[in-house]
């Protein structure tokens, strides 16, 4: 799986504002059937580590706060 | 204790979290209540019920949705009536896949409640407890001035399966609003009596092209829906292809020969599924008049259409090999 390398260019972007995976969420990375989620080192915040989705939508939908979007390309809309 | 809680002081210390000052704390401490499944943790969540955030009211109300019973049917019925919407919504939500028929009656009372969502939200989670004593409020609440609730209430009725309510969905079909009098026709598919075919047949009449959808897939379900063969053939020329779509399949359904032709007419439409549907009636019905049409679309561009054209002939041959032997 290819890495990602800026949280900005992968489909699964985290508002770190509103992510309360410091607080010992893991809803949206429990969720994840690709396991592409990962919980910062740094930040103790939710981001995409793997850019590989199938946007299946359950880690926006299920994120208890908001946090996460997933942007489905335009030709899967 | 049986369940993922090992021992009390494993609930004590989620009672802990549950009380933290930054409420992300606490929604998190719920949430891990809410996966436990463990029932103990139920009055644990119910103890937040009137927490001073909304966020982690509408957690609480998400994770009672993990259980079912009784005692989380108290807790969200005082979530149902939360001033927030996002709370109330999300205790609609949870209550709604409950099956214990033992919280109808704590559920019951709120049918009654002045806000049109909270009567809405009662009636949807009373719809899958199957509960006779659901009927009577269900019957009074068609009555309602909000349609949402009128299809919430027809919801009830239709998964109770009682002949008796026949009558009461009968009359919803002169109902102002489109949606109720679709939802009343689809609620009517239980009934295989012919009173239940004659309203679903006039429904095919209807100003609306969902409800005249609805009729024309229902009357396909029901013992009955043959003697409305004709009034079907005449919705193959509606001005919506949905309609004829479910038209098509009602009749293939009760493979009424009559129709082999007008349906063969709508072998040639724009839309493959309609195509598709088209040659699956066509197979169904069998009738070796079928074949020219079937014919037509052997070379379809659509591959789904052009599987059920094969199948189709081979049922008409076959038909046609056991009339020769």
Known sequence: MPLASYQTSVPVVVDDAKCIADKGCTVCVDVCPLDVLRISDMTNKAYMAYDECWYCMPCEADCPTGAVTVNIPYLLR | MSGPFESYDDLDDADERLQAA??????????????????????????????????????????????????AASALVKL?????????????????????????????????????????????????????????????????????????????????????SIPALTALINDPDAHV???????????????????????????????????????????????AADQLVGSLADEFWQVRLKAIRSLGRMKVERAVRPIGNCINHDQANLRKEAAAALGEIAHPDGEAFLVVIADDPDPDVRKNARWALQQIAARKARAGA
């Open chain 2, 22 to 71: 930054d409420p992300a704390e606490r929604r998190v401490a719920i949430i891990a209540l809410g996966h436990s499944g463990d029932p103990a943790a139920v009055a644990h969540l119910a103890k937040l019920v009137a927490d001073p955030d909304s966020g982690v009211r509408q957690q609480v109300a998400m994770a009672l949705g993990e259980f079912d019973g009784p005692e």
């Open chain 2, 80 to 164: 149902l009536v939360d001033p927030e919407r996002i709370v109330a919504a999300a205790a609609a939500d949870s209550m709604a896949e409950f099956k214990d028929p033992a919280c109808a009656g704590i559920i019951l009372p709120l049918v009654k409640h002045a806000h049109a969502f909270v009567r809405m939200g009662a009636l949807r989670a009373l719809r899958e407890l199957r509960c006779k004593d659901t009927l009577k409020p269900a019957l009074e609440a068609l009555q309602d001035a909000d349609a949402a609730v009128r299809v919430q209430a027809i919801g009830v009725i239709g998964f109770l399966k009682l002949e008796e």
């Open chain 2, 181 to 227: 009098r679709r939802a009343a026709v689809s609620a009517l598919a239980f009934s295989q009596m012919k009173p239940a075919a004659e309203t679903i047949t006039r429904a095919l009449k209807d100003s609306d092209w969902m409800v005249r959808e609805m009729a024309a897939e229902t009357l396909g379900l029901n013992a009955n829906g043959s003697l």
